[in-house]
């Protein structure tokens, strides 16, 4: 017999009342790229009103375990004092100059010592400029016009891949965007065969996480660099969540491979909006030509953001064994998730990388983007409802990756375990 969820009932009235009212003024009712009332079986939207260490409170009061995590980008918990003592000092001193800050040479100085294949680095303010950035500085690079991404890739905005110039003779040029699979290399050497010499980049998530958790196959980063030497192409990582959490030196160092170029976000600017994007000098030293002037405008004007995110770097630079203390809390949850769906009888596929991880519900491996379409979204719908119930806060859709943070403590993680046992037995 299923056992019954003895959970106090969270109260929602409030949360409930601002997602009608934000209905009336903003589109969907939330400022978010996925709408996560519809994703999530229907529940009106949970609104935060505070978070602070592995925690967040709704406007009901409702203290929730959470492995959202700001999508990621708190690796140190919530409101981390550290982090927080920078960015009060750093406000002191105003919230934006127009102008070069000594900030900006300090984080960019210690993200090239971080991360071996970048030689130097452009701090912008989003993760979009950033992608934007690297896709342009590749076609001039190459001067070719064509990118190669993968099918369920979203980070940043999709359209600023389908850019123009209309300024510059040199960037008139149309940057077309073409999808291959995810772990498919045979769809990768298809694009080429077809494009001739038209290809300037292959963008890719060297660990997908924008479509779910999804683990490169042991061959598909080496075989996308040996791709893209043959063509002349370059190979960019984005890193903007995998940067400085699988490790120091992202999933680059993990997987043993150098990428062209990199994209950075989200921890590197310690919870505050930032993009990065570097690689080779030869490569970024295009940012100041002529040809791209326009883009070379882009740029950081956000000293809040880069003093929380070098205090972040620093942290996690000086205390190496916080990487140790993140694999073995989270190789705790997915062994007890797996438990749970043994004892259970469930087939469901928990795939982790680290930090990251992803519940699918589907019995089928999931290692690209049509795999993970193959999960069951409503069943998923139900599992996060019935762990928001028991005050443990989700990804609000199945197709979004989990995060451990410093935070989140054995006794926590054992608890969100039987949390889950309650839930996928009441599915």
Same mark, same amino acid.
């Not at 205090?311 to 996690?316: H, K």
């Not at 993970?372 to 762990?387: G, P, Q, R, T, V």
């Given at each position: #017999?299923?056992?019954?969820?003895?959970?106090?009932?969270?109260?929602?009235?409030?949360?409930?009342?601002?997602?009608?009212?934000?209905?009336?003024?903003?589109?969907?009712?939330?400022?978010?790229?996925?709408?996560?009332?519809?994703?999530?079986?229907?529940?009106?939207?949970?609104?935060?009103?505070?978070?602070?260490?592995?925690?967040?409170?709704?406007? &009901?009061?409702?203290?929730?375990?959470?492995?959202?995590?700001?999508?990621?980008?708190?690796?140190?918990?919530?409101?981390?004092?550290?982090?927080?003592?920078?960015?009060?000092?750093?406000?002191?001193?105003?919230?934006?100059?127009?102008?070069?800050?000594?900030?900006?040479?300090?984080?960019?100085?210690?993200?090239?010592?971080?991360?071996?294949?970048?030689? #130097?680095?452009?701090?912008?303010?989003?993760?979009?400029?950033?992608?934007?950035?690297?896709?342009?500085?590749?076609?001039?690079?190459?001067?070719?016009?064509?990118?190669?991404?993968?099918?369920?890739?979203?980070?940043?905005?999709?359209?600023?891949?389908?850019?123009?110039?209309?300024?510059?003779?040199?960037?008139?040029?149309?940057? &077309?965007?073409?999808?291959?699979?995810?772990? &498919?290399?045979?769809?990768?050497?298809?694009?080429?065969?077809? &494009?001739?010499?038209?290809?300037?980049?292959?963008?890719?998530?060297?660990?997908?996480?924008?479509?779910?958790?999804?683990?490169?196959?042991?061959?598909?980063?080496?075989?996308?660099?040996?791709?893209?030497?043959?063509?002349?192409?370059?190979?960019?990582?984005?890193?903007?969540?995998?940067?400085?959490?699988?490790?120091?030196?992202?999933?680059?160092?993990?997987?043993?491979?150098?990428?062209?170029?990199?994209?950075?976000?989200?921890?590197?600017?310690?919870?505050?909006?930032?993009?990065?994007?570097?690689?080779?000098?030869?490569? #970024?030293?295009?940012?100041?030509?002529?040809?791209?002037?326009?883009?070379?405008?882009?740029?950081?004007?956000?000293?809040?953001?880069?003093?929380?995110?070098?205090?972040?770097?620093?942290?996690?630079?000086?205390?190496?064994?916080?990487?140790?203390?993140?694999?073995?809390?989270?190789?705790?949850?997915?062994?007890?998730?797996?438990?749970?769906?043994?004892?259970?009888?469930?087939?469901?596929?928990?795939?982790?990388?680290?930090?990251?991880?992803?519940?699918?519900?589907?019995?089928?491996?999931?290692?690209?983007?049509?795999?993970?379409?193959?999960?069951?979204?409503?069943?998923?719908?139900?599992?996060?409802?019935?762990?928001?119930?028991?005050?443990?806060?989700?990804?609000?859709?199945?197709?979004?990756?989990?995060?451990?943070?410093?935070?989140?403590?054995?006794? #926590?993680?054992?608890?969100?375990?039987?949390?889950?046992?309650?839930?996928?037995?009441?599915?």
């Amino acid at each position: #017999m299923k056992s019954r969820l003895l959970q106090r009932k969270i109260r929602i009235s409030k949360s409930a009342k601002l997602f009608l009212r934000a209905q009336s003024i903003i589109p969907s009712g939330i400022n978010k790229l996925i709408d996560n009332s519809k994703s999530s079986g229907g529940r009106n939207a949970v609104f935060i009103k505070r978070a602070s260490s592995a925690f967040v409170w709704d406007e &009901n009061r409702n203290k929730y375990t959470d492995y959202v995590g700001s999508h990621g980008s708190m690796i140190l918990g919530h409101a981390n004092p550290a982090v927080i003592k920078a960015i009060r000092n750093a406000v002191k001193s105003g919230t934006s100059f127009g102008a070069p800050a000594e900030i900006e040479i300090q984080l960019a100085e210690l993200i090239a010592k971080l991360i071996p294949s970048i030689e #130097m680095v452009r701090i912008v303010n989003s993760i979009t400029e950033a992608i934007t950035g690297a896709v342009h500085i590749a076609c001039a690079f190459t001067e070719k016009n064509k990118i190669i991404k993968f099918k369920g890739y979203h980070n940043g905005i999709e359209d600023s891949f389908f850019m123009s110039e209309s300024d510059n003779s040199m960037t008139q040029r149309i940057i &077309n965007c073409m999808s291959a699979g995810y772990n &498919n290399l045979d769809s990768v050497r298809a694009l080429f065969a077809e &494009n001739k010499n038209q290809i300037a980049a292959v963008i890719v998530e060297p660990i997908a996480v924008s479509m779910g958790c999804i683990l490169p196959d042991d061959d598909f980063l080496r075989g996308l660099r040996a791709i893209c030497d043959e063509h002349n192409a370059l190979l960019i990582f984005d890193e903007v969540t995998t940067g400085f959490r699988v490790s120091l030196s992202g999933a680059q160092s993990i997987y043993n491979v150098r990428p062209d170029l990199t994209v950075l976000g989200k921890i590197l600017g310690g919870g505050l909006s930032i993009g990065a994007y570097g690689g080779k000098k030869e490569v #970024m030293e295009t940012a100041t030509s002529s040809a791209l002037s326009k883009e070379g405008r882009i740029y950081s004007d956000n000293p809040l953001a880069l003093k929380a995110g070098f205090t972040v770097l620093r942290i996690l630079q000086a205390n190496k064994m916080i990487y140790k203390q993140l694999e073995k809390r989270s190789l705790f949850l997915e062994e007890g998730i797996k438990e749970n769906l043994k004892k259970l009888g469930l087939g469901y596929k928990f795939n982790r990388v680290g930090s990251i991880c992803t519940l699918f519900f589907t019995s089928q491996k999931v290692s690209d983007y049509e795999s993970a379409k193959s999960a069951d979204i409503n069943k998923y719908a139900k599992y996060f409802n019935l762990m928001l119930e028991q005050r443990i806060y989700v990804p609000p859709t199945q197709f979004e990756a989990a995060f451990v943070s410093t935070a989140h403590t054995e006794r #926590m993680i054992e608890q969100s375990i039987k949390a889950s046992y309650n839930a996928l037995q009441n599915i």
